[in-house]
DNA sequence: GGGTAATCGAGACGGTACGTCGTGTCTTTCC
DNA sequence: GGAAAGACACGACGTACCGTCTCGATTACCC
């Protein structure tokens, strides 16, 4: 099962500082085992196995699973870009969409499995928190931006709209509904920012 | 609501028959334990230690933690009732205060753990999904009325409101926050349902 | 698995009496299960499954497992005759070959569960010693008519060859050594024997 | 011999090779339960729980629970050694008298417990035939010395000897009867050596 | 001939042990 | 001093039996 692709070249000390070799491949391991079963198949054992690691390596970097699970996120997480249409309505739907094709292929398992070590984690949870307040602020540049031409009045608050699309998407992930269609996000979306146009 | 720390008295078998003591009992450690602990402290081998219950015993009833998990959460939400004051937006706002209040007092823990389970559960997730459905007819009702007496949009759809309203709740309580004023709420609130007024 | 030849019809209580149907279907299924995997499938679960009785129904009348064992040897061991060919040698040869064979066929398989519960069972212990020194006392016979037609010295010891003769056939038996042929056979016993020839 | 009852100190892992002290514990703890309890106070929990070692670490050495009991008996056999009286009958008193004395002090219960162990797995049988086969031609020496110095005739059979005595005395053994006098025994070993005597 | 009493199958119960897996720590050996 | 290797104590997993229990039903026996 886990024998799929296990990283073949063994990796030696290259003296007395950290392989950068070596933390790539468990980081490797730990995304795909992830991406291939989730966070059951997600084991500091299972890991080591596909990265030809030792256990004390891993343990070395990381101090535990969950350091481990965080930083395959950090490496995923960089590649979303907001778009912009000229419509916020636009946009919105446009972000959706992304959002939800890129986690469909791979990485919403990864961030699934952040969530769930979050709710016994409370390292975990302070870190989706962070996170999940940064990203709260690069999307509300997207409602600042349909303030500043005057297509949103100017008292609302672009923040919180982007907290509630971002609570909206997660709902769909967690519950392992990502398959949506233009049309009902489009429907959600109006009913969201509705109450903000100008 | 008297937490006895581990069932005294012993109970054997009452006949070729399931006992309600037992089953009470294992449901009453299972929630301990998960309001304690969260669910890195809910083992079947712990809750079968406070219940004083062979493992045997709860493999018979429950196939897996899951379904245990599932029927605690059950035997907890009989409480929630929907307000009705006449105006929507404090309708909702009462809504979520309510809400949170309520999974601050302990079930809030449980809900968690279920969230972490079916994000690797497929059969949590499934359970999970029927539950959120089920929920979201419910609360649909809030809005229903409000558009009948005319205070929203005929044409605005009381189940997207609902789902929106569910899914800022969960992202609340899933990263942590559960401890937002009135005020604040009242804010969001507002956003929400502004796109829905007639 | 065990499935093979359950009992088919069931026995109700035939009122406030022992059902001498139940007691022979239990001995009948627990003598084929130790035939059939011997020790290691002998439980009373087991039984009581094959013949479609209740455990308490076995307990009621074995007060363990041991006690059960007994009764299927008991049931058993009444069948072994003595040959008398006229030569001791051939004697002998042909009773380790009768031996070998009826063990071979089934009844080994219930022995040797006996001499594996006698090594931590004390009744069972006695029980084996009972029996053992029983059919001592009978094969004695073999050699005792060798004495008397003068084809073995007359202070030879018809017990302590019966003895040894016996020990050899039991330690083939305990160690899984059955499939002897008829030469070998006849090797050990013209050693054992030889010193006893007039 | 001082029996402290569980082992005190904490062993961890001393690298990536089997720690000898673990070990050790470990059969220590397997044969004090042994001679306390026999064969039913004999389970890995119990081992583990009084060598202190975790139930993983004994079956990473120990396939089984037989190979286990093996063990303890393969470091308690240290013992022995063959005579050598230069009559080969004495050789054979002795040897009874001494083995006797050995079993009776402790290590014949581990040895019926193995041939216990052997009637039900078929592992054990093996390796208890592996070891008899070993010991056969261990003790078949003392018969070569006596044909080599001409006691016994050529065409006799060490090997056979060597099945015939350990026979006799695994019998006494296995029944619980190993209280025999010197006399006894002789009358025993004279008969079953009459017949290779040159 | 109706009540009582002991039997029966059934199966739940609290336990103990099984053998496996993963965690996080430890140490040695090699580079 | 980093890295692979893997042993270690621990404890949870889910399963199998143990011996005890309580039921509801089925008779035979006694009054």
Redesign the pocket.
């Known amino acids: 099962m886990d024998h799929k692709s296990i990283a073949p070249e ?10 950068p070799a ?2 790539e ?1 468990i980081l490797e391991a730990a995304e795909a085992l992830l991406r291939e079963s989730g966070l059951a198949g ?5 890991v080591a196995r596909r ?7 891993i ?3 990381w ?3 969950t350091k481990l699970l965080l930083d395959v996120y950090q490496r995923l997480k960089l590649k979303m870009e907001a778009v912009d249409t000229g419509a916020i309505e636009e946009d919105c739907v446009q972000f959706l969409l992304g959002l939800f094709a890129y986690w469909s292929a791979g990485p919403g398992q990864v961030f699934r499995s952040i969530f769930a070590e979050a709710q016994s984690d409370e390292a975990s949870a302070a870190a989706l928190r962070d996170y999940a307040a940064n990203r709260r602020q690069h999307s509300a540049k997207m409602f600042e931006r349909a303030i500043a031409r005057g297509e949103l009045r100017a008292d609302s608050s672009p923040v919180i709209a982007a907290e509630v699309i971002a609570a909206f998407a997660w709902s769909r992930l967690l519950t392992g509904r990502l398959d949506a269609d233009e049309a009902d996000l489009r429907a959600v979306v109006r009913q969201m920012v509705g109450g903000m146009r100008a």
């Open positions: 063994k990796r030696a000390s290259i003296g007395a500082r950290r392989n070596t933390e491949a997600f084991s500091i054992e299972a990265a030809r690691a030792g256990k004390p390596t343990y070395r970097w101090p535990n699973k």
